[in-house]
């Protein structure tokens, strides 16, 4: 498809398990982001990849979340020993300009999210 | 971190009313973004400001970015329900490093 494809679009678990929630951005985007949104809350900005430069990690809210990109496309973030705080919307988004390469007038393309919950 | 405090969070409004949505903080961001959000989905771009004391215009929305740059808002004339939905503010700070979005303002339009 031509848009951000999100997967799964719904994921419940059990306290404690892994889950791995993943993001196909749009072909030719340099740019990845991850989000987490509470319900109908605004959005908490987790982790953002850039091309081949390392990844800025600091919106992670804790070790249990880490998140790769291979080839520079697809991405997988993944939440260890998941938590009921953990429930909330994961979205992703991909760009074609990086923010900081000048002034941002680009758009950001965000998936349909992947709703987790944690029970 | 730089915030980005959006007003009012919640507005339930008839058909053919006219409203405003403000954005606002204590940090100088080099350029501005609204999205708009419908319920399962994500958020879609409506406009990017970058001067200060910057207007722009989509049909019935009326954007502006404060001389400033710190605070925006948006004006909705003679809001229609298909404007129902959150929308998002998100600054884009100095460095160019970061996206900050708003808390969102969610709006309902009644028929």
């Known amino acids: 498809g031509a848009g951000v494809s999100q997967s799964p679009s719904n994921k419940v678990t059990e306290k404690g398990k892994d889950v791995e929630l993943r993001c196909d951005p749009i072909?030719?985007?340099?740019?990845l982001y991850w989000y987490r949104q509470s319900l109908g809350q605004g959005l908490e900005f987790l982790i953002y990849?850039?091309?081949?430069?390392?990844?800025?990690k600091s919106g992670l809210p804790s070790d249990r979340f880490s998140a790769e990109r291979t080839g520079g496309s697809v991405s997988t973030l993944t939440i260890q020993r998941t938590q009921q705080e953990d429930s909330a919307v994961y979205l992703c988004?991909?760009?074609?300009?990086?923010?900081?390469?000048?002034?941002?007038?680009?758009?950001?393309?965000f998936g349909e999210g992947s709703r987790l919950t944690v029970l | 971190t730089q915030l980005l405090e959006q007003s009012p969070q919640f507005l339930s409004i008839q058909e053919g009313e006219n409203l405003t949505v403000y954005c606002n903080s204590s940090?100088?961001?080099?350029?501005l973004q609204w999205y708009r959000q419908e319920p399962g989905e994500g958020p879609v771009l409506l406009v990017t400001?970058?001067?200060?004391?910057e207007v722009k215009k989509l049909k019935r929305l009326t954007f502006q970015f404060g001389d400033a740059r710190k605070d925006s808002s948006l004006h909705i004339t003679a809001a229609q329900p298909g404007d129902t939905g959150l929308y998002l503010c998100?600054?884009?700070?100095?460095?160019?490093?970061?996206?900050?979005f708003g808390g969102g303002t969610r709006l309902m339009v009644k028929p």
């Open positions: 988004a991909s760009s074609f300009l990086p923010i900081h390469d000048r002034v941002y007038t680009g758009e950001l393309f």
């Open positions: 072909s030719g985007h340099t740019a």
């Open positions: 990849f850039q091309g081949n430069s390392a990844p800025d």
């Open positions: 940090s100088v961001f080099s350029s």
């Open positions: 400001v970058v001067t200060g004391g």
């Open positions: 998100a600054g884009i700070n100095n460095a160019g490093n970061m996206l900050t």
